[in-house]
């Protein structure tokens, strides 16, 4: 169960630092507007906007991770295999993250889609 933790808390955290090219883009927009963020992040281009949506993206897989591994410790369901599923994920987001700021698109799909099904075959896993 300590794995399915540290995943949850890593996974939590991506979305945080996902955000510091965010800022880094935003700087470099005529510095960062503290008064109106959002206004500014949607003046983003290239780098800035890929950096933002990589930004939310995180917040969004993390809608799904985070209920399917509560549900998996919930059910008693912490086994390698569903240890092995959560670590996908996590590797997959860290390099879903890269490859976005990289723009390298369809690579970028794939291992969205895999980290994706790693969570609802979680999910999957815990259904009596």
């Given at each position: ?22 800022a880094i ?9 503290n008064n ?93």
């Amino acid at each position: 169960m300590t794995i399915l933790i540290w995943c949850l808390f890593i996974a939590a955290l991506l979305p945080f630092l996902a955000k510091v090219p965010v800022a880094i883009a935003m700087n470099k927009l005529g510095g960062y507007n503290n008064n109106h963020p959002r206004e500014q992040q949607g003046k983003l281009t290239g780098f800035g906007a890929r950096a933002l949506a990589a930004h939310q993206n995180a917040f969004e897989s993390l809608i799904i991770f985070a209920p399917a591994v509560l549900l998996a410790m919930a059910t008693h369901n912490t086994g390698d295999n569903i240890a092995l599923l959560a670590v996908v994920h996590v590797c997959a987001r860290v390099v879903y993250n890269i490859f976005y700021l990289m723009n390298i698109d369809k690579l970028r799909s794939l291992v969205w889609f895999v980290a994706t099904i790693c969570s609802f075959t979680i999910i999957f896993h815990c259904i009596p």
